[in-house]
């Protein structure tokens, strides 16, 4: 019986609650809704050449506060003259719930910071969106569209339709390659391991030793190996373990016959499955994992109850970040040491990646029916997404007096602007949680020389890129079709690979599962899937031929 570490545990609940107001969701109903005007003051605006000040709103989930009156806004106002610029900060949680009805009521931000894939399909279908030519885009913002032929010219497919453009795709490299599992470095030596595992045996050795040696050393049975996130994450989970057998259960697969054919149809996601419940029977995973979501996950790993973390994000244990400060804070002794992902039987390993189609702006009909306004808005995007002194100036503020760089590089905030609460009047906050689209040079400059060493791991393997399973399709897909996989297919699916970890269903029937998956939804699905594949490729090669 493992001993709950309660005081850890309260500890952990007062620095996760130091957390939330250091980040500063600004104390409620205030963030809801930050309009922030421009200001009344007339000379704050410059007429354009055409005599004309056109007015511009732009939608931007927020997670912070916003000044009615602040500095990027004036900021923003002086970039390109003949735009009055208004910027609608929503607070995330409600940012849909407060957009879709006004949409219906035909108030229609001209620029729209969109990350859910079915409101853009259903917001281009209702018409609230307008389409600009790519020919226009071509003129008015040539160094985004140059951006877009070095990233992957077909990400234009994600905003094109009947030959028309409907907003900017965003170009996410840290997308492509985001996991990379987390291990305790002082636990590996506190047990007689001496380097990071890289293999699947070398995995279950550690996670054995970290379950029964006390690699804490406080005389108590109180450790796991590792946790899942069996709550919320089902089909991602411990995919390193899945790449190690050669396949991801939740992505696609490309047969010989051409056809695109899910993961958990390959015998290979049962091997995995087998090593997984052989994990559990062992006692080294944690016993609550099918509760466990990623909030717990990181708890539990905060709280040193488990010595791995899976499915972690190179970046999730950076300084500055929950499981990295917040363990420390618990136990500064603690060594935090990123690795390769488990190398299989067959010698396939790797990490799962997303691909390089994210989220998307999109333009609101009122941007596209004035072409004054159009040309001089895309000109403003342009100036905002690939000029980094206007993007550092937009993100972070004045360079010495709210940002510098630090020994590796990378832009860090200056107290007090380093906490969002107190960003209200600097305006920062507009940009912060979703944003424009800066290209990929652009975002480059912020970061840490070091970026490249944290994520070489995600990159390494026989199982990389995310663009060879397909993911993305998903994107193109249509509400009610997901939908209807979701209720039921996807359900069952997600209840038997629990079942099949934990041993409450056999590994034996697999193959049943298999078809009672396909009877549940997962062969219409899986026709829906190769039909939209079959659609996507014309519309990239549409993309492709308009763009270059
Ligand atoms: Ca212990």
């Not at 056809?259 to 080294?284: C, H, M, V």
């Amino acid at each position: 019986m493992k001993v709950k570490k309660m005081a850890a545990l309260i500890l952990s609940m007062i620095l996760a609650a130091g957390t939330l107001t250091a980040c500063g969701s600004g104390g409620g109903e205030d963030v809801k809704e930050n309009t922030a005007s421009a200001p009344e003051e007339k000379e704050a605006v410059a007429e354009g050449d055409d005599g004309t000040v056109y007015q511009v709103t732009l939608a931007m989930p927020v997670n912070g506060p916003v000044d009615e009156k602040n500095d990027t806004l004036d900021y923003l106002n002086t970039l390109v003259p003949g735009l009055e610029i208004k910027v609608e900060g929503i607070e995330i949680g409600s940012y849909w719930d407060i957009l879709n009805p006004r949409l219906a009521s035909g108030e229609i931000p001209d620029i729209i910071h969109c990350h859910n894939d079915s409101m853009y399909t259903s917001y281009l279908s209702q018409g609230v969106l307008g389409g600009v030519s790519p020919e226009l885009l071509k003129e008015y913002m040539p160094k985004y569209v140059k951006a877009t032929e070095e990233y992957g010219i077909e990400l234009w497919s994600l905003v094109l339709k009947d030959g028309m453009v409907y907003g900017l795709p965003i170009m996410s490299e840290a997308q492509t390659h985001p996991f990379t599992n987390a291990w305790r470095g002082d636990w590996l030596k506190a047990v007689g391991i001496d380097k990071v595992p890289e293999t699947v045996d070398e995995y279950e050795e550690a996670l054995t030793r970290f379950t029964f040696d006390d690699p804490d050393g406080n005389g108590v049975d109180d450790t796991y190996g590792t946790t899942l996130r069996g709550k919320d994450s089902t089909p991602y989970l411990f995919s390193s373990l899945f790449g190690a057998y050669g396949v991801f259960p939740s992505m696609w697969n490309l047969a010989e016959d051409g056809t695109l054919q899910y993961g958990i149809i390959d015998p290979r996601a049962k091997e995995a499955l087998l090593k997984l419940n052989s994990w559990f029977k062992k006692g080294i995973i944690d016993p609550e994992f099918a509760g466990v979501d990623g909030s717990i996950r990181t708890e539990k790993w905060i709280n040193s109850q488990i010595g791995m973390l899976s499915d972690s994000t190179y970046y999730e244990v950076n300084e500055g970040n929950s499981p990295c400060d917040n363990l420390k804070a618990l136990t500064p002794e603690a060594e935090i040491l990123r690795g390769p992902a488990p190398k299989g039987p067959n010698g396939d390993y790797g990490y799962i990646n997303w691909s390089k189609y994210t989220n998307r702006i999109i333009f609101g009909k009122t941007l596209t029916e004035d072409e004054g306004k159009l040309k001089k808005v895309l000109q403003l995007l342009e100036l905002m997404d690939t000029d980094p002194e206007v993007y550092n100036r937009l993100y972070y503020g004045k360079e010495g007096e709210n940002w510098k760089r630090n020994e590796e590089n990378m832009i860090v905030k200056i107290p007090p602007y380093s906490d969002p609460a107190n960003c209200g009047a600097l305006g920062t906050n507009i940009f912060k949680d979703g944003g424009i689209a800066p290209v990929p040079s652009v975002k480059a400059q912020t970061v840490s020389e070091k970026e490249p060493e944290q994520y070489k791991y995600a990159e390494e393997g026989t199982m990389v890129n995310g663009e060879n399973y397909f993911g993305y399709l998903s994107k193109f897909i249509s509400d009610d079709i997901n939908t209807a996989y979701n209720a039921e297919a996807d359900t069952l699916y997600k209840k038997n690979f629990i079942d099949f970890i934990t041993g409450a269903r056999s590994l034996d029937e697999y193959d049943a599962f298999v078809e009672e998956w396909l009877a549940a939804g997962g062969e219409a699905y899986t026709q829906a899937y190769n039909d939209c594949y079959k659609n996507v490729e014309s519309i990239m090669a549409e993309a492709a031929n308009i763009f270059k």
